[in-house]
């Protein structure tokens, strides 16, 4: 079975730092999709970033990008200059084959930024 | 173009009712996902449905059912509930791509409370 592991339970960052999430995963499976959701305090999970397995180059979004390290097994999110309105909890999440649209989340990272 | 939807936002029930959660899906999406998140998780994926069908289930027992319609909106239904069923509720919709993987637009959850 897959699984996500997010070990910083919490971070804090200066404003306009830059800031990295850590994520590592695990799956025997060589197809695979990676998923970086933000979810701030009203609930709702918003979608940040999205690495396939066999992409080659790393995923970037504006100031996100994704730092992936197949051999490894991460897939580390990256937020440049980050913003006050960056704090939020961030999740990782992978999903396993095609055609099956089953996330499995890690635990989680609660980022605050500081003014 | 709409969002996912949700209702209610927050529900209060006791041990032993019955409650049925509904999601409306965006706009043009036939698949929609289930999931639970209890406090200071992330959430667990319930099951999923693909043009009515339960296209994919996770670890959750009988009890945990659901419907999609016609109109790809859909309800999650929970028989007997137990204290440990209180957490937010998130629906999930997408258009299932065969070969590929996209993203999943979540709604802002419903909370649930049993007493």
């Known amino acids: 079975a897959q699984k996500i592991t997010q070990t910083q339970p919490g971070m804090f960052v200066q404003e306009k730092e830059a800031v990295t999430l850590d994520c590592t995963y695990d799956?025997?499976?060589?197809?695979?999709?990676l998923f970086w959701y933000k979810q701030p305090s009203s609930g709702e999970m918003i979608f940040l970033i999205y690495?396939?397995?066999?992409?080659?180059q790393n995923a970037t979004e504006g100031r996100y990008s994704l730092n992936f390290q197949k051999a490894r097994k991460s897939a580390n999110l990256v937020i440049s200059a980050s913003q006050l309105g960056d704090s939020a909890m961030y999740f990782c999440?992978?999903?396993?084959?095609?055609?099956?649209?089953?996330?499995?989340f890690g635990t989680g990272t609660r980022l605050t930024i500081i003014p | 173009e709409t969002g996912v939807t949700q209702s209610p936002t927050h529900l209060i029930k006791t041990r032993g009712q019955q409650v049925t959660l509904r999601c409306s899906s965006q706009?043009?999406?036939?698949?929609v996902s289930w999931y639970q998140q209890a406090l200071g998780q992330g959430p667990q994926f319930i099951f999923q449905?693909?043009?009515?069908?339960?296209?994919g289930r996770g670890n959750f027992p009988p009890r945990f059912s659901g419907l999609q319609f016609p109109n790809y909106s859909s309800e999650l239904n929970v028989n007997a509930l137990e204290l440990d069923d209180s957490a937010l509720y998130l629906c999930?919709?997408?258009?299932?791509?065969?070969?590929?993987?996209?993203?999943?637009?979540f709604g802002p959850g419903t909370r649930l409370t049993v007493l």
């Open positions: 449905y693909y043009r009515e069908e339960e296209n």
């Open positions: 999440a992978i999903q396993i084959g095609f055609g099956n649209e089953k996330l499995t």
């Open positions: 690495q396939g397995s066999y992409d080659q």
């Open positions: 799956t025997s499976d060589p197809s695979y999709g």
């Open positions: 706009s043009g999406h036939n698949t």
């Open positions: 999930a919709s997408s258009s299932l791509l065969v070969g590929g993987y996209n993203e999943q637009f």
